[in-house]
C-alpha cells in the first residue's frame, strides 16, 4: 500500500511539471494567511477517485 501512495504522489509531482492542472481544478481549496497555507484538493479528489474506480472496475472485468 505504500508503494501504491508513493507511486501516485509521483505521478502528481510529474503532472505538476508538466504543467497539467492537478490540484488546481475549479472547487479545490486553497487559503493562505501569512506564512501559513491550508489546502485542501476537493475536485482534484473526486476526479482520481473517478479514474481510479474505472481503471479497478475494468480489471475486475477482465478477470472473470
Same mark, same amino acid.
Given at each position: 500500500m505504500g508503494v501504491i501512495i508513493a507511486l501516485v504522489g509521483i505521478g502528481i509531482w510529474?503532472?505538476?511539471? *508538466?504543467? *497539467?492542472?492537478?490540484?488546481k481544478l475549479p472547487g479545490d481549496i486553497s487559503l493562505q494567511k501569512g506564512r501559513t497555507t491550508f489546502y485542501f484538493p476537493i475536485a482534484t479528489s473526486l476526479v482520481l477517485s473517478v479514474i481510479l474506480t474505472a481503471v479497478l472496475w475494468f480489471i475486475q472485468s477482465l478477470r472473470k
Open positions: 510529474a503532472a505538476a511539471r *508538466l504543467n *497539467l492542472p492537478v490540484g
